[in-house]
């Protein structure tokens, strides 16, 4: 099956700082989505981006599918930031609808 | 955006019992999905709750362990049978086929967590 790996697996920043975290998956993909897990286990979506770039206030992303690598970009990072993030990658096919979740970057941001 | 509800939130269970989670969506969704995941550990797919059928396990999960039902395309329940202190987990569901998003962008539920003493 397809593997999923991020990086780094911890990150700890002081507030207001910049980061950039890492997934890099070994095939092709129709689907890869970006979460956070808040410390209450509650998974919000930040990105559905299979392809290309997408903002959305301080977060943006960036998929090169060619390349087989997203990024996640964190600015000005504040305390709520604190989670894990997760990349999960959905190949499609006989696999259709099956997230393969990496194993998640634990981001500490203290204030 | 639909709304989705996991019950119960959380639970302690005795060893040797069973416990039945719900997962309903305000809206009608094409697929519903089951994961897990363990204390520390990423996510991972039980199986595929199929509307009218029987739902579609992952490599490592079972029907008798895990019995998945879907009546309908708004509500999926999963059943975690003769649990054992292993089973302690957070259990998630998750939707796909919602309106107004991408037909593969899936969605997830509160999470239920698990303790099995």
């Known amino acids: 099956g397809i593997q999923v790996e991020q990086s780094p697996p911890d990150l700890i920043l002081q507030e207001g700082a910049n980061s950039t975290l890492r997934c890099n998956f070994s095939?092709?993909?129709?689907?890869l989505q970006w979460f956070h897990q808040n410390p209450w286990g509650q998974l919000i979506n930040l990105f559905y981006?299979?392809?290309g770039t997408k903002q959305n206030g301080r977060l943006s992303a960036t998929t090169v599918a060619t390349e087989r690598y997203s990024l996640l970009y964190i600015s000005s990072s504040q305390t709520t930031d604190s989670g894990v993030y997760f990349c999960?990658?959905?190949?499609?096919?006989?696999?259709?609808?099956?997230?393969?979740f990496g194993q998640g970057t634990i981001l500490t941001v203290h204030p | 955006s639909a709304v989705i509800s996991q019950k119960p939130s959380r639970d302690i269970c005795q060893r040797g019992t069973s416990l039945t989670i719900q997962c309903q969506v305000d809206?009608?969704?094409?697929?519903m999905f089951w994961y897990r995941q363990q204390p520390g550990q990423s996510l991972t797919l039980i199986a595929t709750?199929?509307?009218?059928?029987?739902?579609?396990?992952e490599s490592g999960f079972v029907i008798d362990k895990f019995p998945i039902s879907r009546p309908n395309l708004t509500f999926s329940t999963l059943t975690v049978s003769n649990m054992s202190p292993e089973d302690s987990s957070i259990y998630l569901c998750?939707?796909?086929?919602?309106?107004?998003?991408?037909?593969?962008?899936?969605?997830f539920g509160p999470g239920t967590r698990l303790t099995v003493l």
């Open positions: 998750s939707v796909e086929g919602l309106a107004g998003v991408s037909y593969n962008e899936q969605f």
């Open positions: 095939d092709s993909v129709n689907n």
């Open positions: 981006i299979p392809s």
């Open positions: 999960a990658v959905e190949v499609g096919g006989t696999s259709y609808g099956k997230l393969t």
């Open positions: 809206s009608q969704v094409t697929m």
């Open positions: 709750a199929n509307q009218g059928s029987e739902a579609t396990y």
